[in-house]
């Protein structure tokens, strides 16, 4: 959801500091939002990547602001490279269906033979 900079970080005693969840004093501070629940967590960048089970090296490209977090996507593609992927059955009756019952996103899913998710359902039906 957001992201802050601690430009005080090394003078402690004279500037308000930022925080991790677990007390830790922070330089950078990643503040996630759950979609459904509305919570918010503020976390360092070693607890984001354990909370989100990003790989390290994405970790320094989201510290470089060059990709967007979005963690459907993340999903769709864990479940993908663990080999699920969608029955042949499945595939041929979403392609099938009228172009207008089911968003974009869900007969792209299908076509790429992509797991669906609760991300990737969540407006399926128009």
Request: charged residues 20%; proline residues 2%; contains cysteine.
């Amino acid at each position: 959801m957001a992201y802050r900079y601690n430009q005080y970080y090394d003078e402690p005693k004279q500037h308000e500091q930022l925080y991790c969840a677990c007390g830790r004093r922070l330089k950078h501070q990643y503040i996630l939002k759950h979609q459904l629940t509305g919570e918010q967590l503020a976390l360092g960048i070693n607890h984001f990547a354990d909370h989100t089970d990003i790989d390290a090296a994405i970790m320094r490209q989201l510290q470089a602001k060059i990709h967007e977090v979005n963690f459907g996507l993340d999903e769709t593609l864990r479940r993908y490279r663990r080999g699920v992927k969608l029955k042949p059955a499945i595939v041929t009756w979403l392609t099938t269906q009228k172009s207008n019952q089911f968003s974009d996103t869900i007969l792209a899913y299908a076509q790429a033979n992509l797991p669906l998710t609760v991300y990737s359902c969540r407006y399926a039906i128009s």
